[in-house]
């Protein structure tokens, strides 16, 4: 069969609304990962009449193929790496690879000023939580989420995501209570193939989401 191709960010998180209903989920908050994860969460959240929010992560690239993740890191301190993958690059020093936390730090901090202003931090424990992403490729910045999301000891986390990688859905099964995710296409190239309009959400467009979809919560 082949694979869905979505218009956009906002048609594959209407589609995975009715997978995402199927659970039984109370009183949930919907996080979104910035910043292509944002629109699809918007969907999630306005469907659920939820509360819409973020948790902001970065991705750690490889100082010389930044798009090849060693890591991620996530709102909280927390950081993941993937040691396999570093197990395979014994010329990365420890000192390159503060260097990329560090920046991509600087980074975190200076989206979570950008998106959140003055809005404070959700309150996560005993919550059900549901974590959406536009999809996974090596699932790092998914992992820091769920690290930093299981942190505050959440009542149930849900990972939702439109289309991924196998292996890390696979991993993340075995770290929350719920993984939704629609297809697992292999080989599996790149997220970017499966949606006719790819292009990047800017901050803008986060912080607008954030903003209408409070409003929306506010009016209901």
């Known amino acids: 069969m082949a694979t869905r ?10 589609a995975l609304v009715p997978a995402i209903q199927r659970f039984e989920l109370k009183d949930p908050i919907v996080l979104g990962l910035p910043r292509g994860g944002v629109p699809v969460a918007y969907e999630v959240a306005l469907a659920l009449q939820a509360p819409l929010d973020t948790i902001t992560v970065r991705k750690l690239g490889l100082p010389w193929q930044p ?11 927390v950081k993941v790496l993937n040691e396999e993958l570093l197990a395979e690059l014994p010329n990365l020093t420890e000192g390159e690879i503060d260097e ?28 059900d939580v549901v974590l959406v992403d ?11 989420a769920v690290e930093a999301v299981l942190s505050q ?29 629609l297809e697992t296409p292999s080989p599996f ?32």
């Open 134 to 144: 536009d999809g996974l490729a090596t699932g790092a910045t998914m992992r820091a």
């Open 5 to 14: 191709i979505y218009a956009d960010r906002y048609e594959a998180g209407r």
């Open 100 to 127: 990329v936390v560090n920046r991509e730090m600087e980074e975190l901090v200076r989206r979570e000023k950008l998106y959140r202003g003055d809005w404070p931090h959700p309150e996560l424990a005993q919550q």
């Open 153 to 181: 000891n959440p009542s149930q986390v849900l990972v939702a995501v439109p289309v991924g990688s196998a292996e890390p859905v696979r991993l993340l099964e075995e770290k929350v209570d719920y993984v939704v995710c």
């Open 189 to 220: 190239f790149a997220i970017g193939y499966f949606y006719r309009n790819f292009g990047p959400t800017e901050d803008e467009e986060v912080h607008s989401l954030l903003a209408d979809a409070r409003d929306s919560l506010s009016a209901a």
């Open 67 to 77: 798009e090849l993740a060693i890591g991620a890191i996530a709102s909280g301190g």
